[in-house]
């Protein structure tokens, strides 16, 4: 005897009690023909008919959400990616002046070159 026929003889002595639900009524309006349970049955076909067109059009609404977002989301990545050209191209020319500027006792003892490197590494970091 296996322990499955072991359980299965131990149910078949205690027999389970009946399950519990909805009785019945008895009678002549218990019918589901009534007048009653038809209604019933129609005001619930509706509120579920409502309920499932509601759920379609919150479902339509997000999908359209998320479709203006990423379209949003590629734009700004493009509008990220001309700025740090364009910022690149500032830096550059920023550099160019300061060395070729006869003033250039305002740049003395800053290295240019290490403050635009450790700004331009801080820039790709957060754009990541």
Same mark, same amino acid.
């Given at each position: !005897?296996t322990?499955?026929?072991?359980c299965?003889c131990?149910?078949d002595?205690? #027999? !389970?009690?009946?399950? $519990?639900?909805?009785? $019945?009524k008895?009678?002549p309006?218990?019918? /589901?023909? @009534?007048d009653?349970?038809?209604k &019933?049955?129609?005001?619930?076909?509706? %509120?579920? &008919?409502?309920?499932?067109? $509601?759920? =379609? #059009? =919150?479902?339509? /609404? *997000?999908l359209?959400?998320? *479709?203006?977002?990423?379209? /949003?989301? @590629?734009?700004?990545?493009?509008?990220?990616? *001309?700025?740090? =050209?364009?910022?690149?191209?500032l830096?550059?020319?920023?550099?160019a002046? %300061? %060395?070729?500027?006869?003033d250039? %006792?305002k740049?003395?003892?800053?290295?240019l #070159?290490?403050?635009?490197? /450790?700004?331009?590494s801080?820039? *790709?970091?957060?754009? &990541?």
């Amino acid at each position: !005897m296996t322990q499955f026929d072991s359980c299965k003889c131990a149910i078949d002595r205690f #027999q !389970m009690p009946p399950r $519990k639900g909805r009785v $019945k009524k008895e009678g002549p309006e218990s019918g /589901e023909d @009534s007048d009653e349970y038809r209604k &019933k049955r129609d005001r619930n076909n509706l %509120a579920v &008919k409502r309920s499932r067109v $509601k759920s =379609k #059009q =919150k479902t339509q /609404e *997000t999908l359209n959400r998320v *479709t203006k977002l990423r379209h /949003e989301n @590629s734009i700004l990545e493009e509008k990220v990616k *001309t700025l740090t =050209k364009e910022l690149g191209f500032l830096k550059e020319l920023f550099i160019a002046h %300061a %060395a070729n500027n006869v003033d250039s %006792a305002k740049f003395e003892g800053i290295d240019l #070159q290490q403050l635009l490197t /450790e700004d331009t590494s801080a820039t *790709t970091s957060d754009t &990541k």
